[in-house]
């Protein structure tokens, strides 16, 4: 039995930090951040108090109150995030403890901006192979708390958020998530895109303070050029494997990075912007948070029918990508 999304959930902080806020910050201009990216405004999780965590039980309790099942019933708790709260114990425990979980067992996944496709994958795998019934699967990153706010290239770019969903046996066959192609490549992702201080090569010191490593460092351009080839190429061999044209497919919802990068993406897919899921220029790149806060959206908004065939496409850090094929039941 395939596995299905049974519930989805966002959290996006009520602050607002508006390219205009921006200019006063940085030597930018809202014309060149609407030009380059897409993104007018993103939010920020401003209480020092709050980390990853509060994102994540704040899309954890939505989603049990929509599928109206309780704590006790989720069996895996898996979290996407490059930022989490501290580096251990997991954001997903913290998750757990926030809303009771008491019988699940929860860990992190870090695959950067593809996490929460990676981590859906992941959880659908213990889907379908009957080990669970019910797993929660969350994208959250506070990525204000990793920007260096005097680095124009990257502060622009991103916003904190968090979205979810519930993973569950698909009631019919033919629906669910019917097909996933993931990739990394580590030997070109680790020269263009990093946070090098903080793990266990560059621990925090008073040097690693001072040279600003506890920030993301990126090459924008080669970047931007991976993600244009690889979110397209990936999204171009799920639909060919599923002999899906670009008529049958109901949404994209592509990773949010870019319009630039989502535009391309939809175009060699010869997909129609009408289907193009996009909230880019209202919350930025939120990582491991875009994708779901698209589904929830999508959801809200009751644009999920049964049979609706989406595609999601994501890249980031790493490298990391991949594709997820799924027909909504
Ligand atoms: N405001 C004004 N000017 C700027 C800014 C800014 N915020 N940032 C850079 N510039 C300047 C540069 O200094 C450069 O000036 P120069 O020509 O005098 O040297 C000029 O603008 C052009 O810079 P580029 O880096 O070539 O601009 P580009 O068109 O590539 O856009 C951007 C930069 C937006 C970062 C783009 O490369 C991009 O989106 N890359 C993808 C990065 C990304 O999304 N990373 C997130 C993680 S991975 C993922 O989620 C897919």
Redesign the pocket.
């Known amino acids: 039995m395939k596995a299905a999304i049974t519930a989805t959930a966002k959290y996006l902080p009520d602050s607002v930090l508006s390219n205009r806020d921006l200019e006063k910050l ?4 809202d014309e ?2 609407v030009a ?2 897409g993104i007018t405004e993103r939010r920020i999780l401003r209480d020092p108090e709050k980390a990853t965590s509060y994102m994540c039980g704040e899309v954890a309790r939505q989603l049990l109150e929509k599928r109206g099942i309780e704590a006790g019933e989720i069996e895996l708790i898996i979290v996407a995030t490059m930022t989490p709260d501290m580096l251990f114990p997991s954001t997903a425990c913290l998750t757990q403890s926030i809303i009771g979980a008491v019988n699940a067992w929860a860990f992190d996944l870090n695959a950067a ?1 593809s996490g929460f496709v990676f981590a859906l994958n992941t959880a659908a795998r213990f889907i379908e192979s009957g080990a669970h019934k019910k797993i929660m699967v969350i994208g959250a990153d506070k990525m204000s708390s990793v920007l260096d706010f005097s680095d ?2 990257t502060a ?2 991103f916003g904190d958020g968090a979205g979810g969903v519930i993973l569950e046996p698909a009631g019919e066959e033919g629906y669910g998530i019917l097909d996933s192609r993931m990739y990394s490549d580590g030997t070109t992702g680790k020269e263009h ?1 990093y946070m090098l201080a903080g793990g266990s090569r560059h621990p925090a010191s008073h040097e690693t303070i001072d040279n600003r490593m506890h920030f993301i460092r ?1 090459d ?2 080669q ?2 050029k991976s ?1 244009v080839i690889s979110m397209a190429d990936v999204a171009e061999e799920i639909m060919k494997r599923n002999s899906l044209q670009a008529e049958n497919i109901a949404y994209l919802v592509p ?1 949010q ?2 319009q630039r ?1 989502i535009n391309a993406t939809a175009e060699r897919m010869g997909v129609d912007h009408t289907k193009v899921v996009s909230n880019v220029a209202r919350y930025g ?1 939120t990582t491991a948070g875009t994708i779901p806060i698209c589904l929830a959206e999508l959801d809200e908004q009751g644009k999920l029918h049964r049979g609706s065939n989406l595609i999601l496409v994501s ?3 790493g490298y990391t990508w991949g594709g997820i094929y799924m027909k909504w039941q």
């Open positions: 940085l030597d930018t201009t060149w951040i380059r990216t901006c124009r290239s622009i770019l895109l990126q924008g351009r970047v931007f993600a990773h990075a870019n990068i790149n890249f980031g850090a």
